[in-house]
């Protein structure tokens, strides 16, 4: 059931949706696709072929130093010189065998790697969304060539080539395997070699290129990290498949071996760490010379790089330039978006290079010609910086092209198409500045509706219900009529507004309108509220501060756990001074019981890259091993059946343990929370194969069971039980001794409503309980402890100031008063909503994450089910994400129903429901004013080094934490506050209070 504030939330919470939406379509830009295709007639545009087949073979995340001969120092013996035969051929046959080191563009998925290597062209951004639900291909692609030119492809492995180019591949020739299966390390690898060398091996076999794409390595990575017997295991294996592979690979048909993208020091990828950008490619001929034995290459034409911690330097190239050499090497055109350049060591087959000269030609006119057609589309205007020096270097190709100093030809060209990538790589970090300021004025708009909605919210006490009706109609009509409104402006000015659509214009004219009206409608009643120096919000306002900074931002985490631990300093200091001896030991205890949480939590980190050599992971059992650590498989146990009993501990404070709370603190949540431990638990003993490998499938099945019974425990039979019966009573009744009415009981008084909304929270927590790995599930056991600890001491900070009121009224008798049991109101104060939102903030970077795409944890996606499940998995990807923002922030009611008796009725019921939305609305306005300063600094910084790697990325955790606190406190409001509030009303008003004992 909903409250009757719940439209004032809705309202605020639209606001924030229309802002994040025309703010990111301005900031996060996707990329112009052009349609065009590379044709020509009698071979013009591409040169003879070197062979007449080619098999590319993918080992997904291979990353250079696996096949290195100069690993980093101390090499790793799990993922060092285990793949040795590319570098044994390199060095026994120079002339055939080429070993590169490749940038991989971020972000650094499969999806998007496939993209690049067959087009040439840049990914943007938000492109990385697309890797769970990957759409075809439309734009020219070396696939695509291939069927122009009537040849056939064999594929086997990964399905990603499938979705994105679905009907390319022979259909007697394609055998496609589920790619995100990460923990089947060996299904997709032993399908590839069941069907790659039948092909091989067969003389008749009608394939022009095949492609397999391994998973084993990847899916290591992503399970055990690369420091792990099992990476050498499969790296071994990898080693043995290519040297079969090369033993019967045919003269005229070039090897092509690669990696998509690198991983990190755990295993995962997806950012743009040196780790995960690097990939290696090796290219052999077991025919031709590929280089004449001669020749001598320049060196201005080989770019050199020295791997991470290495001491030796590698060749080195652009993972996109594959696109125009294979192409070429194969006799074909170059895809039309291509910006990729050829690789010298492919055409050298002469001793004077002209098989490079005129690939580096046709290479550069295929990127000149593509440049020129993207700047006379509707997007050509974003070259504009660039133009002029892009013509000056073509003027000079066009000039050096009619001498005879061929090398510096070669630089000219090697210029332009390297010069053009550049361009178009800053090209594609291009903003709308247009859109970018309406999302802007609306998140400002938004804030300033919040506050002024907050405070009015305080100053209403009596008659807030009526106020909120009229509110409602207010809002509603506002809406529409903004919306007419920006549709008036649509027809009239939406062209001075590039990328305005027309949707986007009534969008806009609805949020900002009922921004207004929210405004106006709340600051009469404002008058009388005056803001001090110390209510200032300060913890808020250095949190917002700190993204101006790209350090300070890197280094949130750290600074979260400070501003946390100061947050609760003005309570510390009201426990020194509290009138008794109780209310001080139960405000210094609880408050040093919340820090010491906090502290242990921060134990917890996990590390960005930004942040090495400085940062020391926890989590997991080391910054390689992405396994839990001893001490926390040694405590997962102990903290799952003794977290429910610690929250019933608090319960029987008030009394309050009874009911409802009895059966899901004793019985279920500890069943659950085993449950969940027990999944993590099994799930280590298979990645670590303790067992061995015979017993895989007894555990996988076992763990997906154990997750599936504690979730369905919670959702139909938790939720069903406190819907149905979520009052934590236990009432009694007993006839007078004189033969009158009869004297009622209850236990659990005073805290009727705070009882059954903890127990409606704690069933969420058992859902999360399940998504977090073992680390994060003591980090989740110790915030919820934190809450409890802080709802004690804010109780007893109220009582404090309750007294201190009543004693300086000069009537202190009033406190005895039968009918005043809370003398004077209270009202609820942003500081005591602060440390739950960040606490939000230290949950989520104790639970192993931080403002960057490497900390996903997808090992989550397979909790219920073994495979990639939709909806299953990229919810419950989300959920370990984000759930401990939903967690905290469904919380924060508690801070208007913990101890708050319901007498008298109705104004007791009243008084905590619109506390309960001033609550939720706190700690609304908390995280959109940080979503505010992220926009603004994102914004403002948008030009500077790290906006992609930094602000970018926080911009993105600051809406997505938005819409989730939003939905949380809707959540909570609406249907926890409501249903509570709802029986509890019903319940005394069927009793006579009078006759209660409290």
């Known amino acids: 059931m909903a ?23 301005g900031f996060l830009l996707t990329r112009l696709s052009l349609p065009d295709i590379t044709a020509c007639q009698g071979g013009s545009c591409t040169i003879t072929p070197s062979h007449k087949r080619a098999v590319v073979l993918v080992i997904d995340a291979l990353r250079f130093d696996f096949v290195s001969p100069h690993p980093p120092k101390p090499p790793s013996p799990y993922h060092h010189n285990v793949l040795v035969l590319p570098q044994e051929l390199t060095a026994s046959q120079p002339s055939r065998s080429f070993l590169f080191e490749m940038f991989s563009d971020p972000p650094t998925t499969t999806l998007q790697r496939l993209k690049g290597i067959t087009t040439g062209s840049l990914p943007t951004f938000m492109e990385m969304g697309s890797n769970f639900g990957g759409s075809s291909v439309t734009e020219d692609s070396l696939v ?69 794409h391994f998973l084993g390595v990847d899916h290591v990575g992503h399970r055990v990290g690369p420091d792990h017997p099992t990476m050498k295991t499969k790296l071994t294996q990898m080693d043995d498949v290519l040297r079969r592979v090369v033993d019967v690979l045919h003269d005229d048909t070039l090897l092509i071996l690669m990696g998509d993208h690198g991983m990190d020091r755990k295993g995962d990828h997806g950012g743009d760490g040196d780790h995960e950008t690097s990939a290696a490619l ?39 330039d594959l696109a125009p050499t294979l192409s070429l090497a194969l006799g074909l055109p170059i895809p039309f978006n291509n910006l990729g350049t050829v690789i010298p060591e492919l055409f050298w087959h002469d001793k004077a290079g002209k098989d490079y000269t005129r690939a580096l030609s046709l290479n550069a006119m295929q990127v000149k010609r593509y440049l020129d057609t993207y700047r006379q589309s509707a997007s050509g205007a974003e070259l504009d910086k660039a133009w002029s020096e892009l013509e000056r270097i073509w003027r000079t190709v066009n000039f050096e092209a009619h001498t005879k100093d061929v090398e510096a030809q070669w630089l000219a060209m090697t210029m332009y198409t390297r010069n053009a990538l550049a361009a178009c790589r800053m090209l594609w970090a291009q903003f709308n500045v247009g859109l970018m300021r309406l999302g802007l004025i609306l998140l400002v708009t938004g804030t300033v509706a919040a506050t002024s909605l907050y405070f009015k919210l305080r100053a209403l006490e009596a008659g807030w219900q009526e106020w909120t009706l009229e509110a409602r109609r207010w809002y509603l009509s506002s809406a529409v009529g903004g919306a007419l409104f920006g549709f008036v402006a649509y027809l009239t000015v939406s062209r001075f507004v590039k990328g305005l659509d027309f949707a986007e214009s009534l969008l806009f004219g609805a949020a900002a309108m009922l921004s207004l009206v929210i405004i106006a409608s709340s600051l009469p009643s404002l008058s009388n509220i005056r803001p001090s120096l110390t209510s200032m919000p300060l913890p808020l306002i250095l949190h917002a501060a700190a993204f101006a900074s790209n350090s300070f931002t890197v280094w949130e985490d750290h600074v979260v756990t400070y501003l ?24 210094l205890a609880f408050s040093a ?48 059946l003794g977290l429910p009993w610690i929250m019933r501990r608090f ?39 303790q067992f061995g490998p015979e017993w895989a499938g007894v555990l996988r099945s076992a763990r997906t069971w154990c997750a599936r019974v504690a979730v369905g425990l919670v959702i139909f039979f938790g939720y069903a039980l406190w819907w149905l019966v979520p009052l934590c009573l236990e009432i009694s009744s007993e006839a007078k001794q004189d033969g009158g009415k009869r004297e009622v009981t209850v236990i659990g ?52 100031r309750g007294l201190e009121a009543v004693f300086a009224s000069g009537n202190p008798s009033a406190i005895l008063q039968a009918d005043e049991l809370r003398t004077p109101v209270i009202p609820l104060r942003f500081s005591e909503i602060t440390p739950l939102a960040l606490l939000a903030m230290h949950a989520f970077f104790a639970t192993g994450h931080q403002a960057a795409i490497p900390s996903i944890q997808w090992k989550t996606a397979f909790v219920l089910t073994p495979t990639m499940t939709y909806p299953f998995s990229p919810l419950l990807v989300m959920l370990n994400t984000f759930g401990p923002h939903f967690l905290v922030a469904l919380a924060v009611p508690l801070l208007a129903l913990w101890n708050v008796p319901p007498l008298p009725q109705p104004q007791a019921d009243i008084k905590a429901r619109v506390d309960a939305v001033r609550a939720g609305l706190g700690v609304m306005l908390y995280h959109g004013t940080l979503l505010l300063s992220s926009a603004i600094c994102s ?28 939905v949380a406190v809707l959540f909570g409001v609406g249907v926890g506050v409501g249903r509570v509030t709802e029986r509890v009303s019903k319940l005394f008003a069927a009793m006579n209070p009078d006759k209660a004992k409290k």
């Not at 001598?296 to 993972?319: G, K, M, N, Y």
């Not at 040694?634 to 799952?640: E, G, H, N």
């Not at 704690?762 to 073992?774: I, V």
């Open 593 to 640: 019981l919340f820090a010491i949480c906090v502290r242990l939590m921060a134990m917890s980190t996990v590390c960005r890259e930004e942040q090495q050599p400085f940062c020391h992971v926890t989590f997991f059992a080391s910054s390689s091993l992405p396994s839990p650590p001893a001490p926390i498989l040694a405590l997962s146990i102990p903290v799952a």
């Open 651 to 689: 319960l029987r404070i008030s009394k309050s343990d009874k009911g409802t709370a009895t059966l899901v603190l004793l019985g279920l949540l500890p069943a659950v929370f085993l449950l969940g431990a027990a999944f993590w638990v099994i799930e280590h003993w298979d990645s670590s194969e």
């Open 749 to 800: 008084f005073a805290n009727a409503f705070g009882a059954p909304y903890m127990v409606f929270w704690s069933l969420f927590l058992g859902l999360l309980y399940a998504a977090t790995q073992l680390t994060g599930q003591v980090v989740l056991a110790l915030a919820a402890v934190a809450i409890l600890a802080h709802l004690e001491v804010v109780d007893s900070v109220r009582d404090v």
């Open 282 to 320: 090796w290219v052999y001929s077991k025919g031709p010379q590929l280089v004449h034995p001669k020749a001598s290459i320049p060196s201005f034409l080989l770019s050199t790089r020295v791997f991470p911690d290495a001491t030796v330097e590698h060749r080195h190239i652009q993972q996109i």
């Open 939 to 966: 914004a403002w910084l948008r030009r500077h080094l790290m906006v992609w790697k930094i602000f970018a990325p926080r911009f993105m955790l600051a809406a997505v934490t938005v819409v989730v606190v939003d």
């Open 144 to 212: 695509g060539q291939l069927r122009a030119a009537g040849k056939k492809i064999a594929f086997m492995g990964d399905d990603t080539w499938t979705t994105v180019f679905p009907d390319s591949f022979a259909p007697n020739m394609t055998f496609p395997y589920d790619s995100f299966n990460v923990e089947d390390l060996h299904t997709v690898d032993e399908g590839v070699i069941e069907h790659l060398f039948p092909l091989l091996q067969d003389k008749g076999a009608p394939w022009d290129v095949l492609i397999g």
């Open 3 to 25: 409250t009757r504030g719940l439209s004032l939330l809705v309202a605020v919470f639209l606001v924030h949706l229309a802002g994040i939406y025309l703010y990111y379509r």
């Open 564 to 587: 946390l631990i100061t947050s609760i300093v003005p309570n510390i200091l009201v426990g020194f001074t509290a009138p008794t001896a109780r209310l001080r030991l139960r405000i």
